[in-house]
Structure formats: C-alpha cells, structure tokens
C-alpha cells in the first residue's frame, strides 16, 4: 500500500509537472519532436484509460437499466404465468381462422400469447425494438 500511497503522492504529480505543455496555445509550434512524441503518448494513454471506463461504467448502467425495467431480475418476463417452470402455448393451425393473427415476443401483452400492442409502449420506454411475429394465411391466386 506504502508503494501505490508513494506513487500517487510523489511520481504522479512530478509525472505531470513532467509533460512538456506549453502555458499559451502558440507554445505547441515550439515543440520538439520528442515533446511531441511524449504528448502523444500520454493522450494514448488518456484515451485508453476513458474508453475502459466509459464501457465499464456502461455495462454497470445497462445492468442496472434492465434491474429498474423488470423491477427484479433481467428476466423478459416480468409477469405472464410465473407460477410454471416454463411458459408454452400450442395453437393448432387450423384453429387459426383469421387472415392473420398476431403473437406477443415481448411479454408485455395483456391478451398473452396474443399480441396487444403493448410492445409500443414497452419500446417506447426502453428503446428497444421488439415485435409480434404475424402468421398469416398464404395469399391463393
Ligand atoms: S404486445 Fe408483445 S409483441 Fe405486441
């Protein structure tokens, strides 16, 4: 810990007072080419060092966005038939009498395993982009 306390407290700060920025913008035309070299490098780095956070951080908030949504876990289904192991629905095609008929994909539907229209509402809150899947009859010439 006496070694990671010494590197922030002493070598950092000289690291900084190290780096060849100029005090006025005029000053950057000055530089050398090793001067150069040794900016880019710390901007490499910088650069490096925000990316990890930046994704870190949003793989934290997605987590945490998908926890909010379904207000428990990541599931996808917050509340069709959570008293089965698994949720199966098996509709004869022939009892399928409509032109077309629409099925829930985003487990918001009020008519489940019809479609209801809430995945509008369920995009509009996430963002995301799900849909029923439509089966319909195939058209006869
Ligand atoms: S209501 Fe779920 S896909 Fe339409």
């Known amino acids: 810990m006496e070694t990671l306390s010494l590197f922030f ?29 040794e900016l880019l490098v710390f901007a490499g780095g910088v650069g490096v060092v925000s990316y990890s956070v ?26 069709i038939k959570k008293d089965v192991a698994k949720v199966v629905d098996i509709v004869e095609i022939e009892d399928i009498t409509k032109e077309k008929v629409s099925y829930c994909r ?22 995301d982009n799900t849909g029923p899947i439509v089966l319909k009859h195939k058209q006869k010439n």
């Not at 930046?54 to 509340?79: T, V």
């Open 54 to 79: 930046y994704h870190l951080a949003a793989s934290k908030l997605s987590l945490k966005c998908c926890q909010l949504h379904c207000n428990r876990s990541c599931a996808m289904n917050p509340s």
């Open 106 to 127: 985003c487990w918001r539907s009020k008519k489940f395993p019809l479609c209801d229209g809430s995945h509008n509402a369920y995009n509009e809150e996430t963002g």
């Open 9 to 37: 407290k002493r070598s950092l700060p000289n690291f900084f007072e190290a780096l060849p920025i100029p005090d006025r913008f005029v000053g950057f035309a000055d530089l050398t080419a090793g001067e150069w070299i």
